[in-house]
């Protein structure tokens, strides 16, 4: 159940998702229609249901150590650097679907600024 892993075992998902997105050739550009293509595979469906529900709880670790380390500014720090250099390669395989950290908890944006 995903709200039973680790940190570690979370730190494992975001790896194995990066390297997915990675592995994906960046001069390789989708068009369009490949892409509406890619989105009627029920498989896609699927993985996109689980990374809706991995993002969901990612945001959440991501706010329960931010909370944890609110005024321990270099723990801070380091919790928004790791989130936000994970963010690029979850923003590359959700696409229009992902939803940035700051914009689904903007209490946290709004502590950092």
Known sequence: MPQ???RYELAELE???KDMALGVDD???YTK???EEFK???MYKKMMVKFKKLQK???GVIKQYFEKNKFKKASRNDIIKAAEES???IAEVMREEHVHFYDAM???KEFMD
Do not use: C, F, T, V
Request: negative net charge; hydrophobic residues 35%; glycine residues 0%.
């Open 4 to 6: 039973e892993m680790s």
């Open 15 to 17: 790896q194995e998702m």
């Open 27 to 29: 001069d390789e550009e």
């Open 33 to 35: 229609a490949e892409l």
């Open 40 to 42: 009627k595979d029920p």
């Open 57 to 59: 709880l990612r945001h």
């Open 87 to 89: 963010e690029l390669a």
């Open 106 to 108: 903007p209490e946290i």
